[in-house]
């Protein structure tokens, strides 16, 4: 049994919507395909949720209707028999005049909850009207009956290949599944989400559940590229990382895949593959155990970040200091990325600015806090790198005339990562292109 997940820009139009159709019925092997909501719909969800808690119900309505006449459109392009019109129709129907009545009630955060799942239920469901239009024999699965996590929001694989493998059940000789992406519930039962971007996430706690051949993320691009392509101009697609790195280069901003979507495949050993919609025969990116080879793989780069510096004399020969130091970033809920020491200073650097005030004041009785903003930090991932020397000296080279304020050198194999203001950084990822990669 495969995985094949599918993002919103993937399910975002009609015609993409039936090659969808096409790349899952190209072979007969079992299958669940996991959809996310159309795209821009949960942004949509985001702002019409986020107008109700501020009590703007004109904007939430305008914006429900406006909506709705999107998905009207969508359908008509999907769909070409009026009896299945219909249907759809009476589908999104169904999921708007739901919307209208959350107006009508006074607003909390499992509402909200609720709005934010209507763009994975349409999705699915309106695929799964066009895959019966087209005669493709299939099933539904829904994702709020078996996809779960518990009172820490954490997903437990072990409860949801329970609850997967009893549904799977009931379903025997079925040979294609289709469920929803994001979704899930809560350890009090109420309907919730694997955060922005969680349908990768789903695919691969599914893939870890079943133990499934592969799980195909399947996006608008082709595979995990070696550099930001909003950023540089030419940019190449890596066909093989290890997991390891690959958690390290989604973690440092490559967005096109969740980071914790890493783990499942990785701890139940499954392959990963990053394939193209828009060109299903590209290699794409496949993310394994091995890495495949050596060398620098990727650079990818994470902005918002804050440098936290704790200068003091204290410090000098003093044990014990790091401890309280980090206590105070537990006691926040804040974890750090990178640090680094020298004998009377330590920087840390966070990416939530939701406690700043509060870490800077409890920091202040260690010594003199500094809190500098703005930063970013650019990751450089690759098999082994901190062992293969000329990666160090080209890196350098390369990062002459940028003042970098930190770098985290030999904590992994396969990750140094720097520290900047946040103005350099796209003359930094050009520059690496060039000097790591070679390409302008
Ligand atoms: N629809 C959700 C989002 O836009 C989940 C996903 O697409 O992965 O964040
Ligand atoms: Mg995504």
Not at 197 to 209: C, E, F, K, P, V
Not at 373 to 383: F, K, M, T, Y
Not at 428 to 435: A, H, I, P, S
């Amino acid at each position: 049994m495969k995985i094949m997940k599918f993002g919103g820009t993937s399910v975002g139009k009609p015609e993409r919507m039936h090659q969808v159709a096409q790349l899952i019925t190209r072979d007969r092997e079992e299958k669940i395909v996991v959809l996310s909501a159309l795209s821009g719909t949960t942004n949509a969800l985001v702002a019409i949720g986020y107008a109700i808690a501020k009590n703007d119900k004109e904007s939430a309505k305008q914006q429900i209707e406006k909506l709705e006449l999107h998905y009207k459109e969508f359908i008509n392009g999907l769909l070409k028999e009026e009896t299945y019109r219909a249907k759809a129709n009476g589908i999104i129907a169904e999921h708007f005049e739901f919307l209208q009545i959350i107006l009508k009630i006074s607003f909390n955060e499992a509402l909200n909850k609720d709005i934010l799942a209507q763009g994975e239920l349409m999705s699915t469901k309106l695929f799964s009207v066009y895959l019966e239009e087209k005669g493709v024999e299939h099933a539904l699965l829904p994702a709020l009956e078996f996809m779960s996590i518990d009172q820490n929001e954490e997903p437990q694989i072990a409860s949801i290949r329970v609850k997967l493998r009893q549904i799977l059940q009931h379903q025997a000789g079925k040979k294609l599944f289709i469920t929803q992406g994001y979704i899930c519930r809560n350890a009090r039962g109420e309907v919730d989400n694997l955060k922005r971007g969680g349908s990768d996430y789903t695919a691969s706690l599914i893939a870890a559940a079943i133990q499934a051949s592969v799980c195909e993320i399947w996006t608008d691009i082709d595979g995990m590229h070696n550099n930001d392509p909003r950023v540089v101009k030419k940019t190449v697609a890596i066909e093989q990382l290890s997991f390891d790195e690959a958690a390290e280069l989604a973690y440092f901003g490559a967005k096109i895949l969740h980071p914790a979507s890493i783990w499942p495949a990785q701890q139940f050993k499954i392959p990963v593959r990053l394939l193209n919609t828009m060109e299903p025969e590209a290699k794409g990116t496949l993310i394994v155990e091995e890495a495949g080879s050596k060398g620098v793989k990727a650079v990818a780069a994470k902005d918002g970040i804050i440098v936290i510096r704790i200068k003091s004399s204290r410090m000098l020969l003093a044990y014990g200091f790091l401890r309280k130091i980090f206590e105070v970033f537990e006691k926040y809920k804040t974890p750090i990325d990178m640090i680094t020491t020298s004998e009377v200073a330590v920087s840390l650097s966070i990416d939530n600015p939701a406690a700043v005030s509060d870490i800077k004041r409890e920091l202040e009785p260690f010594g003199e806090v500094e809190v500098i903003r703005d930063q970013s930090i650019i990751a450089i991932v690759g098999n082994q790198i901190v062992q293969t020397r000329e990666v160090l000296s080209s890196l350098f080279s390369s990062l002459e005339s940028i003042p970098v304020r930190m770098v985290s050198y030999g904590a992994s194999a396969h990750n140094i990562s720097i520290l900047l203001p946040n103005e350099y950084k796209t003359q930094t990822l050009q520059m690496l292109n060039k000097g790591l990669f070679g390409l302008e």
